[in-house]
């Protein structure tokens, strides 16, 4: 006989999907999950049952995405999928009940609420045998890319999302208690960025609150999902999911419990870094870049590599993150964009004069990065005679007049190794050089931190002999009027 099940029980459900390949035949069962270990089976009738032949359809697939829909029509509640348990020819091994995660409870309905009740209860179950029948077809039919197109057409945005989860606005609002202040990391151009707690699965998560005057507009945002989405590499930040709400954007991240570098290099509050923790990010910093440059399927520039976008994970690896500004293009294509987008102090000239954003302008960046972990000194400082002065020069006057190891952070005089600081800074110089063609690739960056191969004995007349022949930049000093520009100054983050 059918099971008599409330739908509005608040109670976990269990739904057995069968399909027999032989008779064509599929069951659908949904009752409360029972308490019994070992119940392999529904103990009603399924309330769908139905002969339809899939079998065509999965041949035209080399994988199958099962996934997960609820409508409730107008109550406010959320749906789970707590555990599943699949099997092939054979039975599906049960699911034990108290293994499975808990969810917390739906805010209670208010009396003025009370009239729903009857809608949900004669909804849910129309909505459960529609919902089957249109799962069927997400299950082997349905292109998610050309949906979310087609839905979002009318706005000019499309994502390419790769694995990325989409988060509903009542997730985000109960993680982060209303996007209360105690939940509050920082802020900058973009917006704001909170720590918010998933309720299931229990999560710990970052989430940057993009606001709608926020310099980082709709085609930083999906650059950053695009880009993202599709990255994995343990010293890169990870891009968990994203959430459109009106005129809200959202962008979900692992949560990096020791913030951001930047503050451990210029913030008294904070311990200071010993010379090996320091080498250690600056090593994870140089293995994302020789990902995003030579080893994932594309090259990707970042185009604001600076200490305030590398965070630190519970392990103190450095991990680069914001993708904001992030461009990509094939390999062996010579693209370059048209914007001059970056930090001051980060910015290689040939980027500064005609905008032209390359794999070597973001190791002009990691040049500068590099002095500034061993300095502990901002890329720009202004000086007693209140004239600025970049970090490059301060460290090359200091190789000149005396010993580059002077250039080095005080903090570390009883921690530093002294080849490892005079290596690190005369390849930050290197980096940094002035000619894009004097710079190393990524991976070579890498050969020399890891000793895998050895830095060229050069004196410091190697950067002051080849200076003036900067490819005829020298004849055009500022930016083309057609330029466009996406710079930020030292003193907040975008």
């Known amino acids: 006989m059918f099971q008599s099940t409330k739908l509005n029980s608040d109670r976990p459900m269990q739904v057995w999907i069968h399909y027999n390949d032989t008779e064509h035949k599929l069951d659908v069962t949904l009752e409360e999950l029972s308490n019994q270990i070992n119940q392999f089976e529904p103990l009603g009738l399924p309330q769908l049952s139905s002969t339809v032949n899939i079998l065509p359809l999965l041949s035209n697939f080399d994988h199958v995405y099962a996934g997960f829909y609820a409508a409730d029509g107008r109550v406010n509640c959320s749906q789970y999928v707590l555990g599943w348990s699949f099997m092939i020819n054979g039975q599906a091994p049960p699911l034990n009940p108290f293994d ?143 959430c459109r709400h009106r005129k809200e954007l959202l962008l979900v991240y692992d949560y990096m419990p020791n913030g951001s570098l930047d503050a451990y290099l210029h913030k ?99 040049g500068i990065f590099m002095m500034e972990v061993a300095c502990g000194r901002q890329p720009i400082e202004v000086s007693a005679h209140g004239e600025p002065r970049l970090l490059a020069d301060w460290v090359f006057d200091t190789w000149q007049t005396g010993s580059l190891t002077d250039a080095m952070d005080t903090r570390l005089e009883q921690s530093h190794v002294t080849e490892e600081v005079e290596l690190v800074l005369k390849l930050g110089l290197l980096c940094s050089h002035s000619l894009p063609k004097e710079r190393p690739c990524m991976r070579l960056v890498m050969q020399y931190l890891e000793s895998d191969a050895t830095l060229p004995n050069f004196l410091p007349s190697f950067f002051t002999a ?23 100054d030292l003193s907040g983050g975008r």
């Open 100 to 242: 499975l995660p808990r969810v917390l409870p739906n805010p209670p309905i208010e009396k003025h609420h009370n009239k729903h009740i009857l809608h949900m209860r004669i909804l849910l179950p129309v909505t459960f045998v529609t919902t089957v029948l249109v799962l069927l077809v997400v299950l082997f039919s349905y292109d998610v890319k050309s949906w979310l197109k087609k839905t979002f057409a009318h706005e000019k945005w499309e994502i390419d999302c790769g694995v990325l989860q989409s988060f509903t606005y009542k997730d985000i609002f109960i993680a982060t208690s209303g996007f209360s202040k105690r939940a509050l990391l920082g802020k900058g151009g973009f917006g704001r960025v909170y720590k918010g707690v998933l309720a299931v699965p229990q999560q710990t998560m970052a989430i940057k609150r993009v606001s709608p005057e926020s310099k980082q507009g709709m085609k930083e945002f999906m650059a950053e999902i695009t880009i993202l989405g599709h990255l994995r590499h343990r010293n890169l930040v990870q891009l968990i999911g994203y």
């Open 268 to 366: 008294k509050d904070k311990p200071t870094l010993d010379w090996a923790q320091r080498l250690h990010i600056i090593k994870g910093v140089a293995s994302g870049l020789v990902y995003l440059h030579e080893d994932w399927e594309k090259v990707v520039i970042h185009r604001d590599i600076k200490v305030s976008n590398v965070l630190l994970d519970d392990g103190m690896n450095g991990r680069l993150g914001d993708f904001g500004l992030a461009r990509s293009h094939d390999h062996k294509v010579d693209v370059h964009t048209t914007r001059v987008a970056g930090t001051w102090g980060y910015i290689a000239p040939e980027l500064a004069r005609l905008g032209k954003a390359t794999k070597a302008t973001d190791v002009y960046a990691f």
């Open 466 to 488: 080849n200076s003036s022949k900067d490819e005829g930049f020298e004849d055009q000093v500022v930016p083309s009027p057609s330029v466009a520009t996406s710079i930020t």
